[in-house]
């Protein structure tokens, strides 16, 4: 068993900032964090596999596949496709935990 | 892509509530929500694979082999192999999530 505190004050200014929680041949855990107006670019790897994506704190949109745009805020889960595309915008300094499986 | 309220007032005063949310070839996620004093009690499965908890609110007690007995509050993460014992008791209400890779 292993315990991992989540933080929750790890900004950056520049960008969305990237925290690699967990690694082992099962799933990959990462923590991004967002402040407002930051993004995660809509993208896709062309590879099988699956990410869910949990809104720890904060409001955003959930970006996907033709300029879709969902609302996301504190609690939601979004599970996608690692091949269909998805991003992330903030609207509110927000911190969201990507579980991907199996992983890259 | 698929989207996934998280509700958080699915209790049951007989005891803990389980409620899937996600099931796939990758992972499977499940929304446990525990009343006060409810106890997922310690359990293993002889089968590979690893598991992550993350507390999304509330306060407990993560429980493991040997009486392990390690404190978790809201935003901690545990990760556990399936065939090590874990189980938790909670000390307030308490919602957590679980994510299975891969699924049982």
Redesign the interface.
Known sequence: ??????L?NQFSDKNFKMNL??E?E??K?INFNFKKGQILPVHSHDID??L?L?V?EGEGK?L?ADN?E?P?KT??????LIS?P?GMKAETDMRI?I?I??PL
């Open positions: 068993m292993k315990k991992i505190e989540i929750e929680l967990h082992s099962n799933f855990i596999g699956e869910s949990l720890l959930f996907g879709l969902s996301a609690g939601d889960l979004f599970i996608s269909e998805h935990l579980t499986a199996p």
